[in-house]
């Protein structure tokens, strides 16, 4: 799942890897080439509900704990409610992520 032909697949674009593990279980990668950074989420969807949800990418936030504290704001919560989760964590929290907004995240994060 790292090499280049996986992540960056020739002829129809994907945005991502989806694997069924079984009825209600999926195995996400995602990523979304914002201008000048990428962003790519790894995690699960059990029974419509976000699991073991890891972000990563090549952009800049602070403080460091920044991407825990969403990913922890993800957890446990209903896929639908990813736009919510989204505006209230931006809207509350005092953190610098320049450049990179709810719509990035919702671009790799909407099921």
């Not at 994907?14 to 995690?43: E, N």
């Not at 993800?74 to 509350?92: A, I, M, N």
Request: aromatic share 12%; with cysteine.
């Amino acid at each position: 799942m790292m090499s280049n032909e996986w992540l960056y697949m020739k002829g129809k674009r994907v945005t991502g890897r989806v694997v069924k593990v079984r009825s209600g279980l999926d195995i996400m990668r995602r990523m979304h080439k914002a201008p000048g950074r990428l962003i790519r989420a790894d995690f699960a969807v059990d029974d419509g509900r976000f699991v073991d949800v890891s972000i990563s990418g090549d952009f800049f936030c602070f403080p460091k704990d920044t991407i825990d504290q969403l990913t922890s704001s993800l957890e446990g919560r209903p896929t639908d409610e990813v736009f919510t989760v989204l505006t209230d964590f931006y809207s509350k929290q005092d953190f610098e992520m320049p450049e990179v907004t709810v719509d990035y995240w919702m671009q790799i994060l909407k099921i």
